[in-house]
């Protein structure tokens, strides 16, 4: 006699066969951020998403500036994207130098990758991420002290 499972629920379950965990959130993010092609089409969205439109009137969309009535440490990045995506890499800079910074890293690993097969592994591997994106960070705040001191970060408010 023929059992048949109609339901579908016990198909997967094989004696002795190992059961295969679901990758962790952060196990998905280093698969999406270890290939250039994937942040390349990520940076071509945020682009379009950025030089979609928006003005510079009003609060924007900042939670931080909404809250405490302060400049946060991205203040000016989309305006700064905009510029880039226009090519005024000045104006940009002017706004926030992180991005121009970014682009230059985006350049810098693109190349790296297409050109030198032997450093991808290293390129791809979740230390040196890890290691950029603390970097990136501290820059970040860093940027931001010294505009909150020297009183450049664009009035737009």
Do not use: K
């Amino acid at each position: 006699m023929t059992v048949i499972d109609a339901d579908h629920d016990h198909d997967d379950l094989r004696l002795g066969a190992p059961e295969v965990a679901a990758p962790s959130p952060w196990a998905r993010l280093a698969w999406f951020v270890a290939s250039p092609w994937r942040i390349a089409l990520l940076a071509v969205a945020a682009v379009l998403a950025v030089d979609a439109g928006g003005t510079d009137d009003g609060v924007g969309v900042c939670l931080f500036r909404r809250c405490t009535g302060g400049y946060c440490p991205g203040c000016g990045m989309t305006r700064s994207a905009r510029h880039l995506t226009r090519a005024e890499v000045g104006a940009a800079w002017q706004d926030h130098p992180i991005i121009v910074l970014l682009a230059l890293q985006g350049v810098v690993v693109a190349a790296l990758f297409a050109t030198a097969r032997v450093l991808r592994p290293r390129l791809r591997s979740p230390r040196t991420i890890a290691v950029v994106a603390i970097v990136n960070g501290v820059l970040l705040v860093a940027i931001w002290v010294v505009r909150l001191v020297d009183g450049s970060i664009p009035r737009f408010f």
